[in-house]
């Protein structure tokens, strides 16, 4: 148990749908992180909070829309994606960003677009 | 160029063999943070160590060490005796101050895939 939970676990969608991914973390850290991890690429950051305030956004496409209401749950809200974008989707959080500071991960969300 | 090299895509050995994972980083930065994640089947990534740049003492915690050498830029995790459970995803992570010096940034390599069969 590493204190960051994400749901759903599996996700399959099609290219006109809109979910979103959830992530708690229980660990009372004040940074959290989006990262994409497809087959055969190093690991992608994608946003990061810090107490909730969003401090990076690595040139990601807008279908991918982030969303982080406190510093214990942050959101990836997904619209109109498309099939590159399958891959697993892992948050992590930690306690600030200094350089220090482990990062805790969740178990990932496996997304599938058709 | 790869800030983080992990050279070695995949390694299979035979259990209680010892493995030598590779990791080499490039930075201009004098602080800067290195790390070791196990990403095992079911996806998570766990957090196994952890050095700073001016910290060169090599660290053993049970079967695993680790060899940090600035000299080589190289920061390689051996695994002694290894186990079946050993089995995962590992990967190296350099961590360095954004521009502006406050906010740091994890780029991880792009892992070795351990298999230890029995």
Redesign the interface.
């Known amino acids: 148990e ?1 204190g ?1 939970t994400q749901t759903p676990r599996h996700l399959v969608m099609g290219m006109t749908n809109k979910k979103s991914l959830k992530c708690e973390q229980h660990l009372g850290h004040n940074a959290m992180y989006w990262y994409k991890q497809s087959a ?4 992608e ?1 994608m946003f ?1 909070y ?1 107490f909730k305030e969003q ?2 956004n690595n040139s990601v496409p807008s279908r991918f829309s982030p969303e982080c209401p406190n510093s214990s749950h942050l959101f990836l809200h997904l619209h109109t994606l498309q099939p590159e974008d399958s891959a ?1 989707y ?1 948050c ?1 959080s930690s306690q600030d ?12 969300t ?1 997304l599938t677009v058709l | 160029a790869q800030k ?1 090299t992990q050279a070695q895509t995949e390694i299979s050995v035979v259990e209680k063999e010892d493995v030598t994972l590779d990791c080499v980083y490039e930075t201009r930065d004098t ?3 290195l ?1 070791w ?1 196990k990403q095992p089947p ?6 196994l160590i ?1 050095r ?1 740049s001016f910290d060169e003492q090599n660290e053993i915690s049970g079967r695993y060490s680790w060899n940090f050498q600035k000299s080589t830029s190289s920061f390689n995790f051996t695994i002694t005796a290894s186990q079946v459970v050993d089995s995962a995803v590992y ?1 190296c992570a350099l ?3 954004d521009s502006g010096g ?10 070795t895939l351990l298999t230890v069969n029995p």
């Open positions: 590493t960051v055969k690429k190093p690991l950051l990061v810090n401090t990076e697993l892992l992590a960003r200094g350089g220090w500071n482990e990062q805790f991960f969740g178990p990932g496996r | 983080v602080t800067y943070y790390f994640y079911s996806g998570e990534l766990v957090f952890r700073n990967f961590s360095e101050a406050s906010n740091y940034k994890l780029t991880f390599g792009k892992g």
